[in-house]
């Protein structure tokens, strides 16, 4: 049966603005522009980094032998970053103020992987599961909860996504965690508790994995220093690489072991009846932040009825973007059009004049996504945990019509 494919930035377009949504969505005129920016990727770039600190099948590799892996990433992130607009602008050469943003760019990501990984063992209560692996399911018709979405001539619509990383605590939970580098000021805690991305993500790895529960979202911030930040680089200040020796106390030790020989992170037990551990979790505060060294850490938990209404909502939003005959209108505000790639012909439009010639001269259709190279533990579970996925019994979406899978 055909399927119709949803993204999660196909949403967020579609709430932002639904004039952008119409410029750039692949279900609509599927657009951009013929000359991006060439601005490198530094919060794309540190999350393929941390995927491979966090890769499952290298936890308990001895960090001498995986930590200079991580600054190998970094850069054939940003490498990877630069061809791929290289293409795009046809092999145009950098300018000299191009060569400066991508090195500053190097520059900043391995001083901040410098300070996170000095960090993290002390701080990190999980022990990863899978790395940057993709989702997707069918998104439930509003109308009949019990079914798919499926558009007016019978297409079913799924709903896609990609989750950071999925780990496991102590207590045996299953959290979905969202890598994030800032830069200025710590966004608003009340912010992330309305991430409707990251809540509708948790519905649906629930429906990927049937009979899995997720007890919400760990955001991991990392904020680049500043210029009044001691914690900055200075010139002429050389940054130890890789400081990965310094003395833990038995009191700084995580919850979750890792790094260990033959241990690591594979020392939680394997996949405990989730559906069982997650009650008692609900005990505990729904929100926990911590903020040290430049980094903070929010644990936010969700109960089942905010996964559930997470769903319906999306189902909501899909069936308006599926809609026919959906009126489409710009959404003008000062925060969001200054940014917005379409801004010149959304312009026109509002002005009752012709934007086609705006888009002939300064817009393509969207080409294919090339294809993409392996990514570490993007398909795999973890090594000590078995080659498949374990059984998990059924619990409250069951019956769904739903199916699930890896």
Same mark, same amino acid.
């Given at each position: 049966m055909p399927v119709v494919v949803v993204t999660a930035a196909d949403r967020a377009s579609f709430k932002r603005c639904r004039q952008q949504w119409d410029f750039g969505a692949a279900l609509r005129q599927n657009l951009e522009r013929r000359q991006t920016p060439t601005l490198p990727d530094l919060d794309r770039a540190v999350r393929d980094a941390l995927a491979v600190y966090y890769f499952p099948g290298m936890w308990d590799w001895d960090r001498t032998i995986r930590l200079p892996l991580v600054g190998q990433e970094l850069k054939r992130a940003l490498t990877r970053q630069r061809q791929r607009q290289r293409q795009r602008q046809r092999g145009a050469a950098d300018s000299p103020a191009d060569e400066e943003n991508w090195q500053e760019a190097l520059d900043q990501g391995q001083a901040l992987l410098d300070r996170y990984v000095a960090w993290a063992p002390d701080a990190d209560r999980f022990a990863p599961v899978l790395v940057e692996t993709d989702f997707e399911v069918d998104v439930l018709d509003p109308v009949r909860p019990d079914a798919a979405l499926v558009t007016s001539v019978g297409e079913i619509i799924r709903y896609s996504g990609r989750v950071d990383m999925l780990a496991v605590d102590a207590h045996d939970a299953? +959290?979905?965690? @969202?890598? @994030?580098? $800032?830069?200025?000021? +710590? /966004? /608003? #805690?009340?912010?992330?508790?309305?991430?409707?991305? &990251?809540? $509708?993500?948790? =519905?649906? =790895?629930?429906?990927?994995?049937?009979g899995m529960a997720i007890a919400g979202t760990i955001y991991n911030e990392l904020r680049l220093p500043s210029g009044s930040d001691p914690e900055a680089r200075r010139p002429g200040r050389q940054l130890r690489r890789w400081p990965w020796l310094r003395p833990r106390t038995a009191a700084a030790r995580p919850a979750v072991r890792q790094h260990e020989p033959s241990g690591g992170g594979r020392s939680v037990p394997q996949h405990r009846r989730m559906y069982a551990q997650a009650r008692e979790l609900r005990q505990f505060k729904p929100i926990e932040q911590h903020i040290e060294d430049g980094f903070r *850490? #929010? +644990?936010? *938990? @969700? &109960? /089942?009825?905010?996964?559930?209404? $997470?769903? *319906?909502?999306?189902?909501?939003?899909?069936?308006?973007? &599926? *809609?026919?005959n959906l009126a489409v209108y710009p959404e003008p505000s000062d925060e969001k059009c200054p940014p917005c790639p379409y801004l010149a012909p959304c312009q026109a439009l509002m002005n009752g004049t012709d934007a086609e010639p705006i888009l002939l001269a300064g817009y393509r259709k969207r080409p294919p996504e090339p294809p993409v190279e392996g990514r570490l533990g993007g398909r795999a579970w973890s090594l000590g945990r078995g080659a498949a996925p374990p059984k998990f019994s059924r619990r409250r979406d069951e019956g769904n019509g739903v199916q699930g899978g890896a």
């Open positions: 299953y +959290w979905i965690v @969202r890598h @994030r580098v $800032a830069d200025g000021d +710590w /966004p /608003p #805690t009340e912010q992330l508790v309305a991430d409707e991305e &990251s809540l $509708a993500a948790c =519905w649906a =790895w629930e429906h990927f994995y049937i *850490r #929010t +644990w936010l *938990r @969700r &109960s /089942p009825a905010d996964v559930a209404a $997470a769903g *319906r909502l999306l189902g909501q939003d899909v069936a308006d973007m &599926s *809609r026919e």
